[in-house]
């Protein structure tokens, strides 16, 4: 009897630990194609090797519309996320391709199961294009739809899952930024991200992360729409997800246990630390940096599914403060097309760490003017060599009085 209760409790014990450590959990939150009007969000949870889609959908016509998942992460266009995912499969059939998720309908609490996917290991759909369309899946045909609204799948940030939807996390386990694998994680992977507004904001841009032949990765950005008078720092936060539209829910930023905050190239830094845009041209803010510092994508720590945001102000690095979040993006797995390139007159020699242009020392006090940062600017005056300097005197003429 003894022995029975004891095996009991090691086994309740055992699926306590593995139900702790398989809580995984996605975000995605649609934003029209053109003048759509549909929006909503969408909450992803792993169940016991099914995915559960909880949906939450405004301004859907009260017909059945395809809901897919797509096969790159890339919202810039309404038909720029590429084929549904699996699609080439023989005969097209809703129950075997992988990215033909459900027919869904407009409304809340809406609840559906799709067998064979995840949000972490090699089947996850972390970093791909979820799509609602006109008209409901076909199911006999890869004939394509019309995208009306569209989303990055993102890492879930569980301080943030709305109440009552259902999806309950641990009190403890592995919840964190680095427990889970983006799509296709067996291959190294370049990014995309399409920036959008904070609430009362109005940047854009694209951030893209190209894998380099050597392993490196190069971060490259256009903003629009940047206040052109300031430096702007530009993060990887931990999580890709936009479900509060003033960029809280992304979380801090993306690093490994003892990283502090700085600007690269410190080797301490944390891993999302890249430094600032500052460099514009027609008032579009680029950036460009390359590095080998985000290590071995082919890991689970890597950047898809988590979020670039944007800030109002400059990152001076450590102990700096960086303003409110203004534009904010999941990162998708990347294509090969671009969609805003650098113009080839620009340098990026002193970025991403934006050395102020100018900086004017008054009596003790040191303030710092970041202008129009598109020439390089040197520190002049600055107060580390006039305080010292002052120091030496006051103490040469004490040494004489005495
Ligand atoms: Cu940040």
């Known amino acids: 009897m003894k022995r029975v209760a004891i095996l009991l409790t090691l086994s309740l014990m055992v699926a306590l630990a593995s139900a ?3 809580f995984n959990y996605a975000t995605c939150i649609l934003q029209p194609v053109g003048n759509s009007g549909v929006s909503g969000n969408i909450l992803i949870e792993s169940r016991g090797g099914n995915i559960a889609f909880l949906t939450n959908l405004n301004g859907l016509t009260q017909t059945s519309h395809g809901m897919t998942i797509r096969t790159t992460g890339d919202i810039y266009g309404a038909s720029t996320a590429g084929e549904v995912l699996g699609a080439t499969a023989v005969p097209y059939d809703c129950s075997t391709v992988a990215g033909s ?11 559906y199961i799709k067998a064979n996917l995840d949000i972490s290991g090699a089947n996850s759909i972390v970093g791909r294009v979820l799509a609602i369309t006109d008209v409901a899946e ?12 569209q989303c990055v799948i993102g890492i879930g940030n569980k301080d943030f899952i709305p109440q009552g939807s259902g999806i309950t996390p641990p009190a403890s386990g592995i919840v964190n930024t680095i427990a889970y694998q983006a799509a296709d994680a067996s291959t190294p992977q370049s990014g995309i991200c399409n920036l959008s507004p904070t609430t009362g904001n109005t940047v854009n841009g694209i951030v893209y992360f190209n894998l380099e032949t050597n392993g ?18 530009i993060h990887i936060h ?9 960029g809280s829910s992304v979380g801090g930023h993306w690093k490994t246990g003892s990283q502090v905050h700085n ?12 430094g600032n845009v500052c460099v514009y041209e027609s008032k579009i803010g680029y950036y460009k940096y390359n590095t080998d510092y985000f290590g071995n994508q082919n890991s689970v ?38 969609h805003q390139t650098i113009p080839s007159t620009l340098s990026f020699a002193s970025e991403p760490i934006c050395t102020p242009d100018t900086t004017t020392t008054t009596g003790s006090t040191t303030t710092t003017t970041t202008t129009d940062a598109t020439t390089t ?10 305080v010292p300097a002052f120091i030496m005197i006051i103490s040469l003429i004490s040494f004489l009085l005495l």
């Open 138 to 149: 076909g199911c006999n045909t890869t004939a394509s739809a019309t995208v009306l609204a």
């Open 263 to 274: 600007l690269p190239p410190n080797n301490t830094r944390e891993l999302g630390d890249l």
């Open 238 to 246: 931990g999580f890709g997800d936009l479900i509060l539209a003033n």
């Open 101 to 111: 998720i459900a027919n869904v309908t407009n409304g809340v609490d809406g609840l």
């Open 20 to 22: 702790v450590s398989s």
């Open 301 to 338: 720590n890597n950047f898809i599914g988590r979020a670039v945001v944007i800030h109002a102000i400059r990152d001076a690095g450590f102990n700096a403060t960086f303003g409110a979040r203004i534009a904010q993006c999941v990162i998708g797995l990347g294509t090969a097309t671009s």
């Open 377 to 386: 600017g040197t520190t002049t005056g600055s107060s580390s060599t006039i």
């Open 216 to 233: 490196s990765i190069t971060v490259t950005a256009a903003i629009n729409n940047l206040d052109t008078s300031s430096a702007h720092g």
